[in-house]
Each structure stands twice: as structure tokens, then as C-alpha cells.
């Protein structure tokens, strides 16, 4: 007893700090270890071998990455989840930041604008989908309605979500529909707190307004625009939900590895070697944007 | 001293509970069984009556407790496989013959108690055609038929009369009929076949390919798939698609006819009460805020205008079905397996099985021989029998013994036909022929790579 207590005055404040800083982390430490960092390892550890439902694996080595690397689909699914991510990422923000710009004018019920706005962000996935699904409907749906029956834009009737070479472009719509007010939430936080003096020199300079969002607004949002992408990015590269339930044809990373390693008698090693494949794509891309982008 | 009351009050707790402890733990050797039950029935009124023969079983026997399961049949593969990982496998469960199948093959199925539970029952007591859906090469039973559905093409039998066209039982007729009523411009369709990559879109496809005497493998188990016969079928499937409405399309299109704007469709037998019972049909119905749109009201003269065909014919006759098999698992709890044998022995009783059977009738048919007949499965609740007549009926319920699959040739079974179900090949291939414009040869070749993929 009496030692411990003389070991505890020994050390120094910056060692106590250090120590209580340790104690408090390491809770957090222990579960992401056991939540996050151990299924990553064991799924790692589980791309090298054949699952099988009952007894044993099999260790096959790299066999599960040679088969996904040897199959064109596998290609194909990134090429389609690279266009899903950059273009929902880049629209969302996009339209984020001038529905924010827009909203940070005063006009009248803006108040009520601000809630509505929010709406498709918290709305329920399922039931947003199922709108948009009756909505698109080729037979019954009100969008097929208007645009051949009442304006007569087109011939004959046609199934916008269901055909492939639009899917991925409604997907990536619905994307930057169902997600923009967040960006715009975290963009016009940041806009609210500007100097108004900065745009007051300007002004006092003779900058147009586009100058001023050039030089003044653009700089100010930098950091926040590029955290935005690289959340939206992640985000978006493992969307899974939205793209499924509302297309099922748009096959981006999580959606293919879904369909190798879920449907019928389940492939987990396959899945699990693609998973892996998607986790290492992902680490390598946000290093380069956190480095280059960020600057961290 | 804190020290040493902290060690004496730490020894009587012990003391306290350890006998209370050794106590439970002898119950627990001799105690109750419990086991799970999982059923693909999700929908909350079929669980309800799942319950109450459940607790009616519970009744008879307090000693064994079940826990009843609803899993999505589409997520049964999913669940299962996290299961068997967590160690926590269900002791029964409700699944499709192919999966059976599947999963028997890779050692999850207790063929054993399988065997011993269609022993109970009286093997001459099933349909011999049922049974063999669920047998394995070595004539072993991966799970025991439980109840089945018939597809077929339903048609507007007034439709065709007044166009002076056949019924849909030939390739020929089917496809002459479907491009007669095929009518965009007035948003009408000339028939529903799956176009999407999914389940329905095989089953359709499955009895043209049969009826064309096209097969994945020959009866030594050779793959034979990329055949002049397969490709024939595919190619008038894909011919048939393009009277359907726009985009791949699933079982759900089914509405459009519902609804009026569409001549035929493929269907289980499970359309039964839809056509016939309003408060069914209201789900599929446009809906009273849609005025504009045709087909927002119950058509109660639909069901005398629908007929189905249950057999296609083209060089061959098949048609098509799907027997839902009840299926011990294999695990190490073997009371909990044998008391999951005697519940699934009692599901086959005639009162408790004919209450599962109305949960659907003309959808969930019998399997057992005897039941069809039986007065008391003839009085649906939902007079679904009245509507149709006890022939209809009876005609449907025998064509459980003429289900015809890719997975048994000339009377053996071929797993590796099962597995590529499940895996969904053929429809992915269907799916690139009628929606990407993919050539039939090129998609072919896809399947056929993708299938030897599966058998190495």
C-alpha cells in the first residue's frame, strides 16, 4: 500500500496526465478492438479459406482474391461504384452549398423553407423508396402520367428506375436528393459564423458577387467542403440500402459483394475477400484526399 | 479489517447461491426442451395461426418449448449461415425443396431424422412426386415435403373468347396471344413473365426450357446447358418478354392484371384468393386516390373471366411447382432435434395440418394424399373452394405429383442443378438477354462459365 502510494508521487504531472489520459481512452480502445478491429481481422482471416456451412474450413490461400480479381463483373462494379460515388458525392455537395447560399439570404417564411428542406434527410430509406417507386411506376406511376399522357414529351411509356442505363443515374439522384441537407445543415452553420466585415471591405473594393464567394465564402467553407466529400465518400463508397432497395440493378461494390456472398448457399469466403478488397480501396483513397485535400 | 468482512461476505453470498445454483443446473439436464422454429410464413395472420399450433402442441407436451421464428425465405441462406456460426441453429425449419436440397448438400440437413419423421408419417402417405424432390443421390431425405403450390399461366378467358384466340397451352399460342393484346398506347400488356435476376424469373423460364426438353445436366450428371434446345427457349422467352410492360418486371406486375391492363400472367396458385375476395385484391388495386388511372376497383366478375393452364407444351409437356419441405437440421442437441421430429410429426396430423393448409388455400396444397379429399380441407374458411369448385381444386392438388425441376433427371437427382438455383444463374442471364440487349449466345456462355464456376 505504502508503496503504491509512493510510486503515485513519484511521478511527474505530465506522467499523470499521460496516465489518466490512458485510462480514459482505453475503454473506447477496448471496444472498437473488440467491435471494429477484431471482425476486420478475422475477416481477413476468413478471405483465405473456403467457408463451409458445417466442420471445417478449407485454407486455399489468395484463391478467393485470384477468382474476384479473374472476374470482369467484379471490374465492372467498381467502374459503376466509382460513377454512383463521385457523382452522388460531388452533386450532394453541389446543391448543398447553393441551397445553404440560398438560405443564408433572408426572405420571407425562410423559417419554414429551412424545416421543409430537411425532410428527405430524415425521412425512413424504405418508405422514401417505395414513394419514388410508385412515383417512377412505368404502368400506374404519376411521372409516366404527366410526361407521355398529359405534355406528350414522350411516344410510349418506359420504366425509369428499372432500366438499366438509367438506374444508376436515378440512384445517384436519389442519392443527392435524400442526403443534401446535411451538407447544406453543416455548410450554412459554417457560412453563419463569416466575418460580415470581410464582405464589407469587399464590397468597399468594388467586388462583384461572384468575387466575394470566390475569395471570400469559398476559402471560409474549404475545410468544411472537404471533410463533407470525404465523409459522403465513405459513406457513399459503402452505401448499401438505398441503392438496393430502390434499383436492384445497380450493382456498386456492397450490392455485388451481397449477391456473391448471400444469395443461395452463402459464399463467406469469396464475400469476405471482397469485403477486404472494398476496405483497402477505401483506406488508400481517403489517405490520398486526407494528404492532398486536407492537409493533414 | 475492511478486508477480512469483504472476504466473509463474499464466502455466504457463495454459500448462499451456489446450491440454488447446482440446483438449476440438474433442471436443466432434466428439464424442458426448447427449440427454435423458423418459418418463411412472415406475414403477422399466418404467424398467428402458426402460434396457436404451437401452443396447442405446447399444451400436450409441457415439457418441450418452441420459439417460434419468422425469416424471410429470401434471408433464410443469411440467417442460417450466422446461426450455425453463433452456434444457435434452429432445430426445424420451413424451406423451399431446392434449399433443402442445397443446404443438405453441404452436410446442414439431419437426413436422418428426416428419414425417420417421413418413416411416422407413412411414406406411401406422400405424393411419391413430392418426395423425390427432396431425395438425395443416395436416396437419403434432405427434408420432408410439407406443401406446395402449382404455377401456370392465369389468362381473361373472356378476352380471348371474344378475339377468337386458343388458350395459352402451346408455345405457339401463348405467343400469338401475348403480341394480340400487347397494346402500350392504351397502357394494356399482353403477358407477365420475370424479366428481373431473381427467383420468379427461373420459375417462369423453367417449364418453357422443360417443356422444350432443354436441361442443365443429363441423368449422369453432365452438364449439358448450352444445348440448341436451351437456347431455342431462351430466345422465345426473350420474344415473350417484349410483350410484357416496360422494364424487368417480377411476380409483382401481377397487379396489372388485377387492375385490367394486362391479358396473362404466370402465377403459383397462390393468385387464388386475390382474384376472388376484394379485401385481397385491394392491395393491388390503383387505390381511390388515383381516380384518373384505370383499375382502381375490385372486379368481382374477374375470377369467372380468369382461367390457368397448368401444363406448356412445345416438343415436351411440363409444368412447374414448388414444394415447401419442413426440415430437421443437423446439430449436437439431439433432444432438441427429436422433440423438433415429434412437433413436425404433429403438424402432419389432419387437424393441425389442414389448419396450416387454410392459411392459403389453392396456394398451399397438400402433400399428404389423403387431405385433398378430406371434407373438413374442402370448407376453406375464405370459401376459396366454393369459387373454383372442388374439380379445379382436386385438378390443382393432384398436380403436386407431376412437378417437374432441373435438379432430377430421368429420376436422379442432380444437385448441382439445386445449387445453381439458389445462385440464381439462370435469371441473371435472362435479365442480360431481355434488359441489356446482351446476345444469347454471349449470355449463355456467361451462364455456362458461371455454372462450371459452381460444380469445380
Not at chain 1, 184 to 189: G, K, Q, V
Not at chain 1, 261 to 286: P, R
Request: proline share 4%.
Amino acid at each position: 500500500m505504502e508503496q503504491s502510494l509512493s510510486l503515485r508521487r513519484s511521478l511527474s504531472l505530465e506522467q499523470k496526465k499521460a496516465r489518466l489520459g490512458v485510462q480514459l481512452v482505453l475503454p473506447s480502445v477496448i471496444v472498437i478492438g473488440l467491435l471494429i478491429i477484431y471482425p476486420v481481422a478475422y475477416n481477413m482471416y476468413l478471405s483465405l479459406f473456403k467457408v463451409n456451412l458445417v466442420g471445417n474450413n478449407t485454407f486455399i490461400g489468395a484463391k478467393n482474391y485470384i477468382n474476384i480479381i479473374a472476374d470482369a463483373t467484379f471490374w465492372q462494379s467498381v467502374l459503376t461504384t466509382f460513377l454512383y460515388v463521385v457523382f452522388s458525392t460531388f452533386g450532394t455537395t453541389l446543391f448543398g452549398l447553393v441551397v445553404a447560399l440560398t438560405m443564408n439570404k433572408k426572405f420571407p417564411l425562410r423559417a419554414i423553407v429551412r424545416s421543409i428542406i430537411i425532410l428527405p434527410y430524415v425521412a425512413p430509406v424504405i418508405a422514401v423508396v417505395y414513394a419514388w417507386q410508385f412515383f417512377f411506376d412505368p404502368v400506374n406511376g404519376i411521372f409516366i402520367h404527366v410526361v407521355v399522357e398529359m405534355l406528350g414529351l414522350y411516344d410510349q411509356r418506359f420504366n425509369l428506375i428499372g432500366t438499366p442505363e438509367y438506374a444508376i443515374w436515378v440512384a445517384i439522384v436519389f442519392s443527392i436528393w435524400k442526403s443534401f441537407p446535411f451538407t447544406y445543415l453543416m455548410i450554412i452553420a459554417r457560412l453563419q459564423t463569416i466575418d460580415n466585415n470581410l464582405y464589407e471591405a469587399a464590397e468597399i473594393d468594388g467586388c462583384s458577387s461572384w468575387k466575394k464567394f470566390l475569395h471570400i465564402t469559398l476559402p471560409e467553407l474549404y475545410f468544411v467542403l472537404g471533410t463533407l466529400i470525404l465523409l459522403r465518400f465513405v459513406w457513399n463508397f459503402n452505401k448499401f440500402e438505398e441503392v438496393y432497395l430502390l434499383t436492384e440493378n445497380v450493382k456498386t461494390l456492397p450490392i455485388y459483394t451481397y449477391f456473391k456472398a448471400f444469395t443461395g448457399v452463402m459464399d463467406l469466403g469469396q464475400g469476405s475477400a471482397l469485403a477486404v478488397i472494398q476496405f483497402v480501396l477505401l483506406i488508400g483513397l481517403i489517405m490520398v484526399y486526407v494528404k492532398k485535400v486536407l492537409k493533414w | 479489517m475492511k478486508n477480512t468482512r469483504k472476504v466473509i461476505m463474499m464466502i455466504v453470498i457463495v454459500c448462499l447461491v451456489a446450491p440454488f445454483a447446482l440446483v438449476a443446473q440438474g433442471e436443466a439436464e432434466t428439464g424442458p426442451v426448447s427449440f427454435e422454429f423458423w418459418t418463411t410464413e412472415t406475414q403477422s395472420d399466418r404467424m398467428a395461426t402458426i402460434q396457436v399450433l404451437v401452443d396447442t402442441y405446447e399444451i400436450l407436451n409441457p415439457d418441450v418449448k418452441i420459439n417460434l421464428v419468422p425469416v424471410d425465405e429470401n434471408e433464410m441462406a443469411t440467417q442460417l449461415q450466422t446461426a450455425s456460426a453463433a452456434g444457435n441453429l434452429p432445430a426445424l425449419i420451413e424451406i423451399g425443396a431446392e434449399n433443402a436440397v442445397a443446404f443438405g448438400s453441404d452436410g446442414l440437413m439431419d437426413v436422418v431424422r428426416n428419414g425417420e419423421l417421413i418413416d411416422k408419417i407413412g411414406e406411401d402417405e406422400f405424393y411419391s412426386g413430392a418426395l423425390r424432390l427432396v431425395a438425395s443421390e443416395s436416396g437419403d431425405n434432405y427434408a420432408v415435403p410439407f406443401h406446395g403450390w402449382i404455377q401456370g399461366i392465369w389468362y381473361r378467358a373472356d378476352w380471348f373468347e371474344e378475339a377468337g384466340l386458343e388458350p395459352p397451352t402451346t408455345w405457339e399460342n401463348i405467343e400469338k396471344a401475348a403480341e394480340y393484346f400487347y397494346n402500350p398506347s392504351e397502357n394494356q400488356y399482353g403477358i407477365l413473365v420475370g424479366t428481373k435476376a431473381e427467383g420468379f424469373t427461373e420459375q417462369c423460364f423453367t417449364q418453357f426450357a422443360l417443356s422444350n426438353g432443354a436441361q442443365l445436366f443429363d441423368k449422369d450428371g453432365n452438364l449439358i446447358f448450352n444445348s440448341p434446345e436451351m437456347k431455342e427457349a431462351v430466345e422465345y422467352y426473350a420474344r415473350l418478354a417484349q410483350y410484357n410492360p416496360p422494364g424487368p418486371q417480377t411476380w409483382r406486375a401481377r397487379d396489372y392484371y388485377l387492375q385490367g391492363k394486362m391479358a396473362m400472367f404466370f402465377y403459383s396458385t397462390y393468385i387464388m384468393d386475390d382474384l376472388s375476395l376484394q379485401e385481397k385484391a385491394a392491395g393491388s388495386l390503383t387505390g381511390e386516390n388515383f381516380a384518373e388511372l384505370a383499375g382502381s376497383d375490385f372486379d368481382p366478375d374477374l375470377v369467372t373471366h380468369t382461367q390457368m393452364v397448368p401444363l406448356i407444351t412445345n416438343t415436351d409437356t411440363a409444368g412447374f411447382g414448388v414444394v415447401v419441405t419442413l426440415g430437421v437440421i443437423n446439430q449436437p442437441d439431439s433432444a432438441a432435434a427429436d422433440a423438433a421430429v415429434d412437433f413436425a410429426r404433429y403438424l402432419y396430423t389432419p387437424n393441425a395440418y389442414i389448419t396450416f393448409l387454410h392459411m392459403a388455400p389453392g396456394g398451399m396444397n397438400p402433400v399428404l394424399k389423403g387431405i385433398a379429399s378430406n371434407e373438413r380441407f374442402q370448407n376453406d374458411p375464405q370459401g376459396i373452394f366454393k369459387h373454383y369448385g372442388a374439380e379445379k381444386m382436386a385438378e390443382i392438388n393432384s398436380g403436386m405429383n407431376d412437378i417437374v425441376t432441373f435438379s432430377i433427371v430421368d429420376g436422379n437427382r442432380i444437385t448441382a442443378a439445386s445449387t445453381i438455383t439458389t445462385k440464381q444463374i439462370i435469371p441473371q442471364m435472362l435479365y442480360k438477354v431481355t434488359q441489356e440487349g446482351m446476345d444469347v449466345d454471349a449470355a449463355m456462355d456467361w451462364a455456362e462459365s458461371e455454372m462450371k464456376k459452381l460444380i469445380d
